[in-house]
């Protein structure tokens, strides 16, 4: 499974972005997608998942704010989170990645990771 994120950018607080990324591959089984960010310094943060089941899960510092949304296809999974609102401290390099699931999401497991798209929110 290969991973490409884009859109990342360099925004007011206060504006939008959308970040998008395709999944290409063989999906066997069930996959999980999600967004994860790390800012330098910090950890890296589950920002928003979507799991076998479609069911979505936010961050509470992202609730309100941004919207993740998917697409299947047999061979591609496409990802895209739209985020409003933005504050400086979502500045962070956001990674897409694409997790099999095995009961649970296993990203690091068994996870494709993508190269990574950077936001930055100037106050």
């Known amino acids: 499974v290969k991973v490409v994120e884009s859109g990342g950018d360099s925004v007011q607080a206060g504006g939008s972005l959308k970040l998008s990324c395709l999944a290409s591959?063989?999906?066997?089984?069930?996959?999980?997608m999600g967004w994860f960010r790390q800012a330098p310094g910090n950890e890296r943060e589950e920002v928003a998942i979507?799991?076998?089941?479609?069911?979505?899960?936010?961050a509470d510092s992202v609730k309100g704010r941004f919207t993740l949304s998917q697409e299947k296809t047999e061979s591609t999974r496409s990802l895209t989170l739209q985020m409003n609102s933005l504050k400086p401290q979502d500045s962070a390099k956001y990674y897409c990645?694409?997790?099999?699931?095995?009961?649970?999401?296993?990203?690091?497991?068994?996870?494709?990771w993508g190269q990574g798209t950077q936001v930055t929110v100037s106050s």
């Open positions: 591959g063989q999906f066997y089984s069930d996959y999980c």
């Open positions: 979507i799991d076998k089941d479609d069911t979505k899960t936010y």
């Open positions: 990645v694409a997790g099999l699931w095995v009961g649970y999401c296993a990203w690091d497991d068994f996870g494709y």
